[in-house]
């Protein structure tokens, strides 16, 4: 595996390559990351992760200054599942100046995640596409936790003409449900424990809506309010349409559902979402 930490280096490095695919990733790697790199290296013959904490994306209320970087232990679990080259920049060579040019985002971007987190989505979608520009990948694998993120970023590539696939990966989780991310490290024992009360909440929706509940608003609420009396703090709990993230209309044919939350727990800020299945 080979280390990359500056733009010329990295070009030089992938021209020989015929097939990229690529993994953005913030550090502070888990199974989650890695279940990304390995499906990669089906698609490719050479596989290319990048680790960058990209500060634009950050509100100034937000987590950057203590987001956990822990470089050394994620090469050494790239190395072990043989990516082929980890791309390492910093600041200076992802920003050389102040970035004036950004994407006019499209209204999806200001719901769910970008109500909440304002200018979220277009600090991801800057990085995101100068990443693109610099790896020129073929193929690109993200998440399904980040459901929002990888609907925009597919947007993205569609409406741009770039000439990237995004291949989509179903969450990954701990043993008890809750979805793997870089944020869990934050939680205490008894967080962790209280932790799965999100995805047990969503997973609850989504076994009645999948049973003939058709009462959205209701199932709405009441998981609110479930998760309230249990000294959550939730952005949000909502049903929605897979394929534009609008409100949901149930329809008994309807196989495009998706059930979203954020909550915070303590100071810690969780998000998930489970596919529903009609």
């Known amino acids: 595996m080979e280390r990359v930490t500056d733009i010329s280096s990295l070009r030089k490095r992938l021209r020989k390559e015929t097939s990229i695919a690529f993994v953005p990733t913030m550090g502070n790697l888990h199974e989650g990351h890695l279940s990304l ?6 698609y490719a013959d050479c596989t290319v992760v990048s680790i960058f904490v990209n500060q634009l994306q950050f509100s100034p209320t937000e987590d950057y200054n203590k987001y956990p970087r822990t470089l050394e232990k994620d090469c050494a679990l790239l190395k072990d599942i043989n990516a082929d080259v980890v791309f390492i920049p910093n600041e200076k060579i992802l920003y050389p100046e102040t ?5 006019m985002l499209p209204p999806v971007a200001h719901i769910l995640e970008g109500k909440y987190r ?4 277009r600090g991801v979608t800057t990085v995101v596409l100068k990443l693109f520009n610099i ?7 993200f998440g399904k936790k980040d459901y929002q993120q990888l609907y925009i970023v597919d947007k993205m ?23 793997q991310s870089s944020r869990n490290c934050y939680l205490n024992e008894n967080q962790r424990s209280e932790s799965i009360r999100l995805y047990q909440t969503l997973y609850q929706i989504k076994k009645s809506v999948e049973d003939g509940n058709d009462n959205f608003k209701m199932l709405q609420d009441n998981a609110i309010k479930n998760m309230i ?3 959550w703090k939730v952005d949000y709990i909502t049903i929605r349409q897979r394929s534009t993230l609008e409100p949901a209309v149930f329809n008994e044919n309807n196989n495009n559902l998706i059930v979203l939350g954020a909550a915070w727990l303590d100071d810690i800020r969780l998000i998930d979402n489970i596919e529903i299945h009609t």
């Open 157 to 179: 590539i569609k409406q741009l003409n770039l000439p990237v696939k995004i291949i989509a990966c179903d969450t990954v989780r701990m043993h008890d449900g809750l979805a």
């Open 99 to 103: 970035q004036e040019f950004l994407l």
């Open 135 to 141: 790896i020129q990948p073929q193929k690109a694998i």
């Open 229 to 231: 009396q249990h000294n």
């Open 37 to 42: 790199v390995r499906t990669a290296k089906q």
């Open 118 to 121: 304002p200018g979220f989505f």
